[in-house]
């Protein structure tokens, strides 16, 4: 069964940093694209941002775009989100997905449960 | 940036009632369309992907029908588990764009 376990949410400040963490298993990690997709309290969801299998080809949302990074350590089965300059707009739930193919354009399935991520002073 | 619009926003209806939601894409995505359901307090689920294929375990009473710019998703007789928000989402182009949702709630 695949499984998705995201950590690292909190509370910050405007501007400044964290770090997101998907822990993956129940798959081949090496074999699938994953990505992160948020969703601010009461309202829908916005794609952030994914990467191939390969870690070779990463899009991010204009929103994002500059301010986070993603990555994927493959020793760990992990998928990582670096946020900087956190704004209040991006108070959200965010979701980890696999891909449903090793390139980042595919299906997201299925998701984990979220880590919240509150900017406020 | 393709626009997704979905319709309508809420729908309010007695199980075993049929359910016809739309999607619109502001241009062609081909069939490159899925939707998800997403419960309170639970993570989005993919029930339908490339328009018209049901993902695995989704229960045949779901289909997905559409090419291009118009997507429909049916729900032929309504259980209560079904009573959710629904979203389509394309990956015909980045970034990659969700519909602002249908509220399947009961009448």
């Known amino acids: 069964e695949v499984q998705l376990l995201e950590s690292g949410g909190g509370l910050v400040q405007p501007g400044g940093s964290l770090r997101l963490s998907c822990a993956a298993s129940g798959f081949t990690f090496n074999d699938y694209a994953m990505s992160w997709v948020r969703q601010a309290p009461g309202k829908g969801l916005e794609w952030v941002s994914s990467?191939?299998?390969?870690?070779?080809?990463?899009y991010y949302a204009n929103s994002v775009k500059g301010r986070f990074i993603l990555s994927r350590d493959y020793s760990k089965n992990t998928l990582s989100l670096q946020m900087t300059s956190l704004r209040a707009e991006d108070t959200a739930l965010y979701y980890c997905?696999?891909?449903?193919?090793?390139?980042?354009?595919?299906?997201?399935?299925?998701w984990g449960q979220g880590t919240l991520v509150t900017v406020s002073s | 940036e393709i626009v997704l619009t979905q319709s309508p926003a809420t729908l309010s209806l007695s199980p075993g009632e049929r359910v016809t939601l739309s999607c619109r894409a502001s241009?062609?995505?081909?069939?490159?369309l899925a939707w998800y359901q997403q419960k309170p307090g639970q993570a989005p689920r993919l029930l339908i992907y490339d328009a018209s294929n049901r993902a695995t375990g989704i229960p045949a009473r779901f289909s997905g029908s559409g090419s291009g710019t118009d997507f429909t998703l049916t729900i032929s007789s309504l259980e209560p588990d079904d009573f959710a928000v629904y979203y389509c989402?394309?990956?015909?182009?980045?970034?990659?764009?969700f519909g602002q949702g249908t509220k399947v709630e009961i009448k």
């Open positions: 990467v191939s299998s390969s870690g070779g080809t990463t």
């Open positions: 241009q062609s995505v081909s069939s490159y």
């Open positions: 989402h394309q990956r015909s182009n980045w970034p990659q764009t």
């Open positions: 997905a696999k891909v449903s193919t090793s390139g980042p354009g595919g299906w997201f399935d299925p």
